[in-house]
């Protein structure tokens, strides 16, 4: 069996969140395939400003796999806040850089003065790590978000999805579940309520950090951070996602389809997952369609989505689809 070194910034083993969870899953999907060794590059002793290097060298441990022929390939999931973000490669060429998301991708949504002109520096960043080196994402809607001669280098490692037991309910209540700390979830719990007003459905918020300040209507319920993400699902006719922003893959997305949950949104929650047939009925165009979508009945729908995984995220697809991706790299 061919050996891959996978090299990782980010801590694995502690509270799960979209990053780690990426890794997690690149790892289970690597395995079917090759020996895998992990290796974990601790870049927090940077510091904030470790955003604005480049070339910060990796821990002894990491540069020796790194320099270690037995290799197949090397994988590294960075991403562009990283100091050892363009170190890598200068150690070894043919490593590989799972960014997961593009910046380039990120700078078509709607952002903030200060957040376009942080990521324009994280895009010049990427621009030259992927001028000469292969940069793998999560779906092509990354790949195609990039400038035409850097997309010739880039790879697609799509996301693997478990199916899970089917909670969805026709009768059931609209979920929504995120850390609202988090400024899209902020503004997702704020069209939320817009949308609860013009309608007699149940909405059951789940999460951390609900800001205090927020009054609810009678029909907006927050029940909380949960240990189960089931709960979250169990018994709801749909998710909604009310607001045009979203790169990579949407874990909430995602998480809802695989128990079997529609999911309601603006085109940008469906990033990187194709949508075909009865699904793209499920595309809000606007924030005052989502009432309407919310009522209809939703059985059809939920069958549809756990198609979509089988077809695009289920395990062997997306292991295959790896493989071949790294054996162009050859």
Same mark, same amino acid.
């Given at each position: 069996?061919?050996?891959?070194?996978?090299?990782?910034?980010?801590?694995?083993?502690?509270?799960?969140?979209?990053?780690?969870? !990426?890794?997690?899953?690149?790892?289970?999907?690597?395995?079917?395939?090759?020996?895998?060794?992990?290796?974990?590059?601790?870049?927090?002793?940077?510091?904030?400003?470790?955003?604005?290097?480049?070339?910060?060298?990796?821990?002894?441990?990491?540069?020796?796999?790194?320099?270690?022929?037995?290799? !197949?390939?090397?994988?590294? #999931?960075?991403?562009?806040?990283?100091?050892?973000?363009?170190?890598? #490669?200068?150690?070894?060429?043919?490593?590989?850089?799972?960014?997961?998301?593009?910046?380039?991708?990120?700078?078509?949504?709607?952002?903030?003065?200060?957040? *376009?002109?942080?990521?324009?520096?994280?895009?010049?960043?990427?621009?030259?790590? @992927?001028?000469?080196?292969?940069?793998?994402?999560?779906?092509?809607?990354?790949?195609? #978000?990039?400038?035409?001669?850097?997309?010739?280098?880039?790879?697609?490692?799509?996301?693997?999805?478990?199916?899970?037991? *089917?909670?969805? !309910?026709?009768?059931?209540?609209?979920?929504?579940?995120?850390?609202?700390?988090?400024?899209?979830?902020?503004? @997702?719990?704020?069209?939320?309520?817009?949308?609860?007003? *013009? #309608?007699?459905?149940?909405?059951?918020?789940?999460?951390?950090?609900?800001?205090?300040?927020?009054?609810?209507?009678?029909?907006?319920?927050?029940?909380?951070?949960?240990?189960?993400?089931?709960?979250?699902?169990?018994?709801?006719?749909?998710?909604?996602?009310?607001?045009?922003?979203?790169?990579?893959?949407?874990?909430?997305?995602?998480?809802?389809?695989?128990?079997?949950?529609?999911?309601?949104?603006?085109?940008? @929650?469906?990033?990187?997952?194709?949508?075909?047939?009865?699904?793209?009925?499920?595309?809000?165009?606007?924030?005052?369609?989502?009432?309407?979508?919310?009522?209809?009945?939703?059985?059809?729908?939920?069958?549809?989505?756990?198609?979509?995984?089988?077809?695009?995220?289920?395990?062997?697809?997306?292991?295959?689809?790896?493989?071949?991706?790294?054996?162009?790299?050859?």
């Amino acid at each position: 069996m061919e050996k891959i070194a996978l090299i990782t910034e980010r801590v694995q083993g502690g509270v799960e969140n979209g990053s780690t969870l !990426r890794d997690k899953n690149l790892l289970h999907s690597l395995i079917k395939n090759y020996s895998v060794d992990v290796f974990y590059n601790d870049v927090s002793q940077y510091g904030r400003w470790g955003i604005f290097r480049f070339n910060a060298m990796p821990s002894p441990e990491v540069v020796k796999a790194l320099k270690d022929s037995k290799y !197949r390939y090397i994988i590294v #999931s960075t991403f562009p806040v990283s100091p050892c973000y363009l170190s890598y #490669s200068n150690i070894n060429p043919k490593v590989i850089h799972y960014l997961c998301d593009s910046t380039f991708h990120m700078l078509k949504q709607n952002l903030g003065l200060k957040i *376009k002109i942080l990521t324009l520096f994280l895009a010049f960043k990427e621009l030259l790590l @992927a001028r000469s080196n292969k940069v793998a994402f999560l779906g092509d809607d990354e790949v195609n #978000s990039m400038p035409f001669k850097l997309a010739r280098n880039s790879l697609v490692f799509p996301f693997y999805v478990q199916k899970k037991k *089917k909670l969805f !309910r026709k009768d059931g209540f609209v979920t929504f579940v995120g850390d609202y700390a988090f400024p899209p979830n902020l503004a @997702a719990l704020e069209k939320i309520i817009e949308i609860a007003d *013009k #309608s007699t459905l149940l909405f059951r918020l789940f999460g951390a950090n609900f800001p205090n300040h927020i009054s609810l209507p009678e029909n907006v319920k927050y029940e909380g951070y949960v240990e189960d993400i089931s709960h979250v699902y169990f018994g709801a006719r749909a998710l909604i996602y009310p607001i045009k922003y979203g790169t990579g893959v949407k874990n909430k997305v995602i998480e809802a389809m695989s128990f079997g949950i529609p999911v309601i949104g603006f085109k940008e @929650a469906f990033t990187n997952i194709t949508l075909t047939g009865s699904l793209l009925d499920c595309i809000a165009l606007s924030l005052e369609s989502f009432p309407t979508l919310l009522s209809c009945d939703l059985s059809v729908y939920s069958n549809e989505v756990i198609r979509v995984l089988d077809e695009q995220f289920s395990e062997e697809e997306v292991s295959n689809r790896i493989k071949k991706a790294l054996e162009t790299c050859n």
